[in-house]
């Protein structure tokens, strides 16, 4: 998508951070941006700075499929048609899988994978018909790679939108929509406090916030990338219909050294019963699915 002057982008988390750098972005391309995000006073906030007329704010929980619904209705009546969506919205649990509960679970599940999953539920359906192309961006993280004790759901969740995103930019290429997943490292925002937002349905096994450590957090984030310097990334590789974007090069020696302990887990085992057979299918299956790549790569 070389043109992004005159769509309509939606973007969850839009009032801060990541979202607020990307609708900033986008306005300067010539797009229309709606700004959903769960709390109205970061919208207010984040209209203001931006000052902007193609820009309007919509209160969205990005875990409800009722209340996205409604947020895309909304959004389209006042812009006119998304074709370009940003699953950015997100939190962080910073425990153990082993020291979390179902009410962990639900929470953060609901906004990082949930809300990903009801954005293109939402929109998808809707591109699609039109028959106008578009572009999805679902923001998931350096975790959706590199794993440590902490945080143990939150690498869950960004491991799963990673699958699920590389298999609908298979899906969707020949519909003219492309997909991309952004992979940030540390970065500017309020992420570090996501407590404040937790429904109250959902403390019941809610473990004691550790203020102290929080504080240290939001100190941390303040050497985070600039959100504004990530949101270009974004834009260049939407334009040239990137599927991964690694806005932090730093990462880069790290994660071969993980791809590499991947490949040389394998062992020359012995041929078993049904190799043959086995490695046949394999061979069908491998070429369907480097034909995907390379038409969503635009090279079919």
């Known amino acids: 998508m070389k043109d992004l002057a005159g769509r309509t982008a939606f973007v969850t988390g839009g009032a801060n951070g990541i979202g607020l750098g990307l609708a900033r972005a986008l306005l300067a391309e010539g797009c229309k941006v709606a700004i959903a995000d769960i709390r109205q006073d970061s919208i207010d906030e984040a209209l203001k700075v931006l000052d902007n007329q193609q820009a309007i704010g919509i209160r969205l929980d990005v875990a409800s499929r009722d209340a996205f619904a409604a947020a895309a209705d909304e959004a389209e009546d006042r812009l006119g048609p998304v074709s370009l969506l940003f699953n950015n919205a997100g939190i962080n649990l910073f425990q153990t899988i082993d020291e979390s509960s179902y009410d962990d679970w639900d929470w953060v599940l609901g906004v990082n994978l949930h809300g990903v999953i009801n954005g293109i539920q939402t929109f998808v ?31 869950t969740t960004k491991f799963a939108v990673r699958g699920m995103s590389e298999s609908l930019r298979y899906s969707l290429a020949p519909q003219g929509i492309g997909v991309s997943l952004l992979c940030p490292g540390l970065v500017k925002s309020y992420i570090y406090a996501s407590d404040d937002i937790r429904p109250e349905a959902l403390k019941g096994e809610m473990k004691p916030v550790n203020t102290e450590f929080v504080e240290q957090l939001g100190g941390v984030h303040q050497f985070g990338m600039e959100p504004d310097v990530i949101a ?59 034909k995907a790549r390379a038409e969503a790569r635009g090279e079919g």
């Open 125 to 155: 359906p809707r591109m699609k018909e039109r028959g106008e192309g578009g572009h999805i961006v679902n923001t998931a993280s350096m975790a959706a790679f590199l794993c440590g004790p902490l945080p143990g759901i939150y690498n």
């Open 232 to 290: 270009a990334r974004v834009i260049e590789a939407v334009k040239a219909n990137r599927f991964y974007i690694f806005s932090h090069p730093e990462f880069k020696d790290e994660l071969k050294g993980v791809f590499d302990e991947i490949i040389e887990a394998f062992r020359d085992y012995p041929k078993d019963p049904g190799y043959d057979q086995r490695t046949g299918f394999e061979a069908g299956r491998r070429e369907s699915y480097a």
